[in-house]
């Protein structure tokens, strides 16, 4: 049998140049134009608010989710709304929602609706272990999803010391060669480490 295991994604910033582009009501990419007129899905939504980075955490936990019966295999950490299907659709208004809190200063708004949702997950998940896709040297949520996972949560190894670009790179590529990271626990880890050495070019 198959090890199972979950993804959780780290948000996209929703306040920043590129979420300003969708707020202009003039604007007419495909993206705009498809959210001020019914939504648009989270993961395809974040992955153009944080580029690279976003697109690679979700390509990554589309590959290699293994979720037990009946539990999503990938979760999207945001501002306001706990844990959220990378499929869910979402309004212009809805990410103006999440453009009103910076989760960095950990606001009751922000983490009461994740401690709810991450608590339910942990609960129908059984034992399968979660994979946090983001970053791990800060305590944004980390406290939070240790709190309702436990020794379940674990991170890629490789993500110490590589900052979001190289991340996203390192996922994307993981993706292409059809090899799964190595994940360790956060519980007592090492979270800030040296730089690793850049990544080779995609040929």
Known sequence: MT?????LLSPAFCGGERAKLLFNPAASFSLAVRLRAGGVPIGELFAFLSGLYFRGKLAYARAFARPPHGVPGAMVITPTRGLLDPDTVLTLDDV????????A?????????LARDAGALASTSKSAPVILLGSIATDKYVGTLAAAFGDRLHFPEAFV???????GGLLLRSVRSATELTYIQLSGATRRGARPARLEPIR
Not at 3 to 7: E, K, P, Q
């Open 161 to 167: 010391g590589r900052g979001d670009m190289s991340r």
């Open 96 to 103: 103006r929602e999440f453009a009103e809190v910076n989760i």
């Open 3 to 7: 090890a199972t295991r979950i993804f």
């Open 105 to 113: 200063q950990r606001s009751d708004r922000f983490l009461e609706p």
